[in-house]
């Protein structure tokens, strides 16, 4: 970089080291908290930032290889993992849950298994609580953003209001009100607004972005969580009409009835 170029950055530099040491007692401390303030803000901006990118890199591989599979438990069997996607961890909570009821309260119908209404509502709840749990994950944190954007300015006014009241009350008991014994106390107030926006617009900007992004990854898990409902109900849900499943439990009787009598002809003889 030419240094001429370099000029307007050791001046504002050196403004700002003036107006600091030349800040009350209340003005530094107002800077201090500021900083703190930043300094969780950006944490937060690095954090979140990767979560949300992470959510977005991987939840693309998902969808990609959830859309070539027919079965809705196909990705949970071959042991796949997409950690980091939110729909992902959606789809494998409730293929668990899936696979539990298919084990443990299963309904045979022409050699394969499917689960009941009562079952595939568990599913369902088990759908919503995971869908609200990542929404939550998602937005975890995002209120020391909110805090920097509107609390950040406010607290720099703060700062300048009581470092100019401290510049006046000087002035007042020295009797000297010259621009030269203003300058100096009205410069070291000035700084903590400076800092305060300084703090607020990064955050700002952090904000808006992540809050969208983070609003878009969650209508897209709503989404898919109803699209994988619809795909279980099909594939996994006893959907047969009251009739059939009168017909089917007569015959099962029957069945049963006709196995018994033979198993007490047989044991007879």
Request: glycine share 8%; with cysteine; aromatic share 10%.
């Amino acid at each position: 970089m030419h240094p001429i170029a370099l000029i307007p950055l050791f001046a504002t530099s050196s403004a700002l080291q003036f107006a600091f040491d030349k800040a009350t007692i209340e003005g530094k401390l107002t800077i201090c908290c500021l900083a703190l303030v930043s300094m969780f803000s950006w944490t937060v901006m690095i954090t979140k930032g990767r979560q949300i990118y992470r959510a977005r890199r991987m939840a693309k591989k998902f969808f990609k290889a959830y859309r070539a599979t027919r079965d809705p438990l196909e990705l949970a069997r071959q042991g796949a993992d997409y950690d980091g996607a939110p729909a992902f961890e959606l789809y494998y909570t409730a293929a668990e849950e899936l696979e539990y009821h298919l084990k443990n309260n299963p309904i045979e119908i022409k050699g394969e298994k499917k689960i009941s209404h009562s079952a595939f509502d568990s599913v369902k709840v088990t759908l919503e609580r995971i869908a609200s749990a990542q929404a939550l994950s998602l937005e975890k944190g995002m209120i020391v953003l909110s805090t920097a954007v509107a609390g950040g300015p406010f607290l720099g006014l703060l700062g300048t209001v009581w470092g100019v009241m401290e510049t006046f009350a000087g002035i007042a008991r020295a009797n000297a009100a010259s621009l030269t014994a203003m300058a100096p106390g009205v410069a070291g107030a000035l700084i903590a607004t400076v800092i305060g926006l300084l703090v607020a617009i990064p955050a700002m900007f952090a904000y808006n972005f992540m809050v969208t992004s983070i609003r878009a990854i969650t209508q897209e898990l709503d989404n898919f969580a109803n699209e994988y409902a619809v795909q279980i109900e099909h594939k996994y849900v006893d959907n047969r009409a009251l009739a059939d499943e009168l017909t089917d439990a007569l015959k099962n009787a029957r069945e049963g009835s006709f196995g018994d009598t033979a198993g007490l002809a047989s044991f007879g003889r």
